[in-house]
Structures are given as C-alpha cells and as structure tokens.
C-alpha cells in the first residue's frame, strides 16, 4: 500500500503565508501609490519584489530577508507556482478581450508593426551582444550569447501591455487591440526563437529541434481552430450562472497552458489562446467573468509582478564595467523597439502619435524578459551580471510604457467604433 504524501510542513507553511501577506501588502501600497502618481498599478507592483528582495531588503535587514525569503528551493517554488496562476489568468483574460475582427480588418498593419518590430532590435541585440560577450557570456560560445541577447531584445510583454492597458482603460482603444496583435506575433517568434538558442547552447543546431518547434506551433494551431473551437462554444452554450462561467473560465486557461507547455512551448502562450477561443467562439456575458478579472488584476497578478524582481541584485551595478553594459543594453533595447514599431506603423498610414504610442506599448518586457533571462542563466549563457541587466531592462521599458502611452493617448481621439467596443469591455483598473 502506497504511503500518503506528508502534508507541507508546519514552517514552510507558514513562511509561505507570510510572504505572500507582505508581497501583497508592497504591491498594493505601491501599486496604488503609482496609481496616484498617474501611472498604472503594475509600476509599482512591479518595484515591490526589488524592494523586498536582494537589491534592499537583504542589505537593510538580512536577518529578516534570509528568515522571509529563504533561499531554499522548495520555498521559493511555492510562492512561483501562485504567481505563475495569476499571470495564466491574466493573459488569458486578455485573450478573450482581443477583437478579432479588427486583426482581420487590421491584419497588414499589424504584420507590419510585427516585422519592423521584431526585425530591428534583433539585428541591434546581435550586435550588441557580440561586443559584450566578454562581459556577459558565461562561457558560451560568443554567437550563442549573441543571439541569445538578440532574442531578448526583440521580444514585448504581453502579461505586462495586458495590465497596462487595463489599469490605463485603453483595451478597447485601436491601439490597444493592435499592440496585442502584434505582440502576440512577437512573442510567438520569441518563444521559437528562444528554443532554437536553447538547443544551440546544450546539443547544438539540429534541423530537427528546430522542425519540433515549429511543429508544436502547428499542432496548438490545428487542435485550437478544429476541436477547441466548438468545444468551447458549446461548454458556453450549457453553463449558466457566474460561478460556473468563471469555472469554466480557469479550467480551460489552466489545461490550455498545461497542453502548451507540454509541448515545449510556452504556458503563458496556451492561455492567451484559450482567451482568444473563449472571447471569440465561447462569449460569455462580461458581467458573469467580472468577478474573476477583479480577483486577477487585484490579487493574482499583483502578486507575480512582486515575484519577479525577488531574484534581481542591483549592487552589481556598482561595477563600472557592468553599469556601462547596462547602460548600452537598456538604450539599445529602447531605441531598436521604439524604432521598429514606428517604422512600421507609418509605413501602414499611422499617425506619428500612433506609431510613438505602439512604440511605448511594445517596447515594455515585464515579465516575459524574466523568463528568458532565468533561461540563459539556467543554460550557462548568462552570468549573473548579464541577468541582471536583463531583468533592470525590463523593469525600466516597463516603467517608461505608461508615461509615453498616456501622453500619445491624450493626442488621438477615440472613434464610434471605440467607444462601442468599450462599452462592451468593462475595465478593472486605476
């Protein structure tokens, strides 16, 4: 007879409560303090975890940080497990907001935002990545750094432009839809991309990884529009009542992220998909979901920005050689996605406020430049200076977003078409 698994234990438990308390407690304090400084709650959300982590918190008090953070690997890894669930919901939340009939009608402009976006801080961060191998590398093969940092940089943050742009009440905005278009495009690259690298640093190019990947991509596509789709019409055509909308609602997100990441690919991408079915074939009355997106943007999602600045340790900018590498990382990364995005937005007939808004929009990392960070760091292609330049990189085109955002905003005038799609999209936010 098999044993039961013991439960967690008494102390794990209960440093785990605490941390979530005080993460929440930062992240809604700042987050609420940003709000009143006219910037979105996840600025502040996002300041939390480096506040509370090595960069502070563990040179002010390392006696209280080492008990309230312990190193220790089981610990940490419960209080990602709860963050990664927010940030699953987020997404997929901001999935089932995207108007698919603006991508048709838009397709061209997007794929245009997409390519300019993707193609000119790639080629930037190769370039910038050979010239700092020597800084950065661990001790990979200079190219494989290279293309490494070129991944990084082309990338944007869905999790982050979905909270910006429902903290700020701009995803019924043209713009917003278009920014998740065209992230979405990014992001897709990114995760192909950052898996070829992947292999590239542990078993070298092969024509079949690369074929597996894109196959992967193929098959979540397939599965999605051939046996998603009227399932999910139909489960939303049965369930009545909140409760079993919103069940529905995370059942789908969560196993569509489960399927997607068993795949190889990434769980963020599988939720977003699931949100894109759920908003387009399953449509759920907004009213019955509200209660779950309130939960998400106050709660769940507040709690996995804190997270991601845990790992961070700004003194290692105190090195000159390293802040000079930051220094040239962050102006690189701004001005190649800044570019790209306005380049491709006035080649499709944007205004130039439009093209600066896509810009602020696209060029915010979040999160997702977390992710690709601790996978190099992982892989041996990073080195703890690299990583956390990486990480300071996407805090501060996260933090420069709103700003930027607000003031192009401010300039374009909604239209009827806006107006109409805002009616029908409730926000939650500051």
Not at 254 to 263: D, F, I, N, R
Request: glycine letters at 10%; one cysteine or more.
């Amino acid at each position: 007879m098999t044993e039961p698994v013991p439960p967690l234990g008494a102390h794990t438990l209960l440093v785990f409560l605490l941390q979530v308390g005080v993460l929440l407690l930062a992240a809604v304090v700042l987050g609420r303090l940003a709000v009143r400084m006219r910037m979105p709650a996840v600025v502040g959300e996002l300041c939390a975890g480096i506040l509370l982590g090595p960069s502070l918190l563990a040179h002010l008090a390392p006696g209280a940080a080492g008990w309230l953070l312990p190193q220790q690997t089981e610990q940490f890894h419960l209080l990602d497990a709860a963050g990664q669930l927010g940030v699953l919901l987020l997404v997929g939340l901001t999935g089932s907001h995207l108007d698919f009939g603006l991508a048709r009608r838009r397709g061209a402009t997007a794929a245009k935002v997409s390519l300019f976006g993707l193609a000119v801080p790639l080629a930037l961060g190769i370039g910038t990545g050979l010239l700092l191998a020597p800084v950065g590398d661990a001790g990979s093969d200079p190219t494989v750094f290279a293309l490494f940092l070129g991944v990084a940089m082309c990338v944007s943050a869905i999790p982050v432009i979905a909270k910006t742009l429902f903290d700020m009440n701009l995803l019924h905005r043209d713009i917003g839809q278009l920014t998740l278009v065209a992230a979405t495009v990014d992001d897709i690259f990114g995760w192909v991309m950052l898996s070829i690298v992947s292999v590239m640093a542990t078993i070298g190019l092969q024509a079949q990884n690369v074929a597996q990947s894109l196959g992967s991509l193929l098959v979540v596509v397939v599965f999605a529009v051939v046996v998603a789709r009227p399932l999910i019409r139909e489960i939303f055509r049965r369930v009545r009542g909140s409760a079993s909308v919103i069940g529905a609602t995370v059942i789908i997100i969560v196993l569509s992220a489960a399927g997607t990441h068993a795949l190889k690919l990434e769980a963020v991408f599988g939720a977003f998909v699931a949100g894109i079915l759920i908003g387009e074939w399953g449509r759920p009355d907004p009213a019955l979901v509200a209660p779950l997106r309130t939960v998400v943007l106050t709660v769940l999602a507040p709690l996995f920005f804190a997270t991601a600045g845990l790992r961070m340790d700004l003194t290692l900018l105190a090195r000159i050689e390293v802040l000079g590498a930051a220094l040239l990382v962050v102006g690189v990364a701004v001005a190649g996605k800044f570019a790209g995005a306005y380049l491709g937005a006035r080649t499709s007939g944007l205004s130039s406020w439009e093209g600066v808004a896509l810009g602020a929009c696209l060029n915010a990392r979040g999160v997702i430049e977390v992710v690709i960070a601790m996978v190099g760091l992982r892989l041996g292609v990073l080195n703890a200076e690299m990583y956390t330049i990486l990480i300071l990189m996407a805090v501060l085109t996260s933090l420069m977003a709103p700003p930027i955002l607000r003031l192009a905003m401010a300039r374009l005038t909604p239209t009827e078409e806006e107006l109409d799609r805002r009616a029908r999209m409730p926000a939650v936010g500051g």
